[in-house]
């Protein structure tokens, strides 16, 4: 089956905004074992959308427009396309209460435009929008699908999901159709080198479909098999995750969906554990993603960002004589801050972040990138050295990602103790 | 003059790789005042390739191709042009001796395929290549222009500037060659709102488009106006500027691309004020955004995220009765550890926020979302307190959106106190 993808927005055509949007829909068919025959972005321009939508129905069984269902003047995607195949618009009046409804909630203004987003080309089955107020639909044009679903990333990715695959594969029925997935997270490899480890292995030949994902500072690979049987899906799976787990071991860091804040925060938890962060450089983005996980209050104490030296010697306990001596990125430094967030909030862990982010402040033996990170317990103080060499907001990522490694490779190993 | 781009590559339509190069190359057009058709992708296949270049020349006066000029057998792209329009292939030995000379500098085997890349269809202008072996080329179909370049980004982004706009340029004189933009942003309003707000404007009778752009929580407007003369567009932009000011000005925070961190720090930085910031809810986000902007160091003395109350007490010197009494999330609470951290700082300016992040902690009174944030200084504490009705994460967003917002409407103030 060949599927056309057609971005729609002024933004796009514009390069204001890249388009994810396209590469992700893609991804997804292809994780079906379906063709993208062609990718392309217009403008919210009526003749165009037409001209398009004209230009690859005849390529192709069905197409997946995003974008332009929003309720301004600019969004026409459901009028454009009513007029491409000359179907009038309706209110759907089911969608029209569940907006209002939305509106009613979040004590929101209800300006009439908003009814717009309840307007569908006669014909079109409703595509729900778990996510937000813009509804998509699916119409049938002479035995093609076309889907259109807003362009909102976050809700492009749900109702692909949730609502184009389930629609598609009902209408295209797959002779494989038990699948089984797995997503596997590396740290510490490009993508590049990723790739080059696993060229020796055949996929094909495994009957599995692999998908690169860098999502920064992480590689994610996604291998997907799709059989007759469950069984026989899972096992043609485990066979590539082993081919894979013995190149890329020492890099992978988690197999499955969970955030890496998510998994740090269930193995302290698990562990009844609690923690105090002491980040310089890092500036609370530490702080920031282990509170990003809904709980977190179980075994988040606190979090100091002592930017200052002053600070570091005043909140922390860290001797002015060691800043000094050693400075205040140094693995001196980063002990004494873990240790002095611990003891002084009684917590069972201390985590400490010192280093420069940059653009400026590095220096020939300590360039932009170095990086100090400890970890203190009740017993010992763990200390981790690395030096990147990214601009200031993904050095602050990474050296996040770091000091959460370094949480999740102590909780393995307490556990592993205690065994 | 309209301009058509195609990026050619099976990377492109697995979505194994994100397009990049087509916005990259959409900004430069619209940089230019030229406006692009539309934008595709499409694998390496000749019948595709051949089939999406005559759609797209009929529609445009040029086109820009990226990808397929490497050395391996997938790199169809010179070959599938030259098949299009039934042209020969030539060899360019000047081509093909600086390819030889960069194996002889660099030590590179020479594989005979490599000579490919110096294979071009009879006709054909070399774009040359500052930064890679595969050189680009332009060819002249019936009066419209066909450019091929590399698709590694790097090679692309170099080629399109010092290669492509300058033939384009040559090729097609421009009459209305001087733009004058400016970007508007917003908080406060939905993108809906924004939009009603402003729908008794003529963009078109003042010869400026407009474009809106969601950046959760803000919405920036851009405006372009494009002119014979500089002072004519940069006349008409402030004309449109000002309509949109007047309807909007409550909600306007910045004409402007700085993002409000960097606003704040400039703020904070020209009145040479200092700042500690007290987090609860927030969880260090609203220190990390204020130390992504390079040279923070200069203001922000240090950030306390206090997520338990014993860190309140402890840290901040909240006293116990008045969290028991109000409870942790209250405007008491919240002055309270503004002036605690800006006493214990020792800066001019202590911020806290203290609030219900979400899912789970609300009340009837105080349902998720609900934050109360404090600023306080060595006169007065101000208090503010909103009911937001986000998911746990662009709560925590919207949250340090409005601390932010609190900071800079309070450093403004301090400016006309001493005017």
């Given at each position: 089956m060949k599927i056309g993808i057609l971005t729609i927005g002024n933004e796009l055509i514009s390069g204001r905004?890249?388009?994810t949007n396209s590469s992700f829909i893609a991804r997804k068919i292809n994780q079906q074992g379906w063709r993208v025959e062609a990718i392309m972005s217009v403008g919210d321009d009526f003749e165009a959308i037409e001209n398009r939508l004209n230009y690859l129905l005849p390529l192709t069984d069905a197409i997946i427009c995003t974008g332009?269902?929003?309720?301004?003047?600019?969004?026409i995607t459901s009028a454009a396309i009513a007029q491409a195949f000359e179907l009038p618009l309706y209110t759907d009046e089911n969608v029209l209460n569940y907006i209002k409804e939305i509106f009613t909630k979040y004590n929101l203004r209800w300006i009439e435009?908003?009814?717009?987003?309840?307007m569908f080309p006669q014909g079109a089955e409703i595509i729900a929008n778990p996510v937000g107020t813009a509804a998509g639909f699916v119409l049938n044009i002479k035995g093609k699908l076309i889907f259109v679903i807003p362009g909102v990333p976050a809700e492009t990715i749900r109702m692909m999901t949730e609502g184009v695959l389930p629609v598609l594969r009902r209408c295209f029925?797959?002779?494989?159709?038990y699948s089984a997935k797995q997503t596997i997270k590396t740290f510490g490899l490009s993508e590049a080198a990723v790739d080059d480890s696993l060229k020796d292995i055949d996929f094909n030949a495994l009957d599995v479909s692999i998908g690169f994902y860098p999502v920064f500072p992480e590689n994610h690979l996604v291998i997907i098999s799709r059989r007759k049987t469950l069984v026989e899906a899972q096992r043609k799976l485990k066979l590539a995750q082993d081919e894979i787990t013995k190149r890329l071991e020492k890099y992978?860091?988690?197999?499955?969906?969970?955030t890496l804040e998510e998994i740090v925060a269930t193995l302290l938890i698990e562990r009844k554990m609690t923690l105090a962060v002491a980040e310089s450089c890092t500036g609370g983005l530490i702080s920031n993603r282990l509170t990003d996980?809904?709980?977190s209050s179980a075994f988040f104490e606190r979090g100091i960002v002592t930017y200052s030296n002053a600070a570091k010697i005043k909140?922390?306990?860290?001797p002015v004589d060691v800043i000094e001596k050693y400075?205040?990125?140094?693995e001196e430094t980063a002990r004494l801050m873990a240790e002095g967030v611990r003891k002084l909030s009684g917590t069972d862990l201390g985590l400490s972040s010192t280093g420069i982010a940059g653009?400026?402040?590095?220096?020939?033996?300590?360039?932009?990138?170095t990086i100090y990170l400890a970890l203190s317990d009740s017993t010992q103080t763990l200390c981790r050295h690395y030096a990147f060499r990214w601009d200031r907001k993904r050095n602050k990522h990474v050296f996040s990602e770091a000091a959460l490694m370094m949480l999740k490779d102590y909780c393995e190993t307490q556990i592993s103790k205690t065994k």
């Open positions: 905004t890249a388009d332009g269902l929003g309720p301004t003047a600019d969004d435009n908003n009814a717009k987003q309840a029925p797959q002779n494989e159709q992978i860091f988690h197999y499955g969906e969970e996980v809904a709980g909140l922390l306990g860290v400075g205040a990125v140094s653009p400026t402040g590095g220096s020939p033996d300590k360039p932009v990138g």
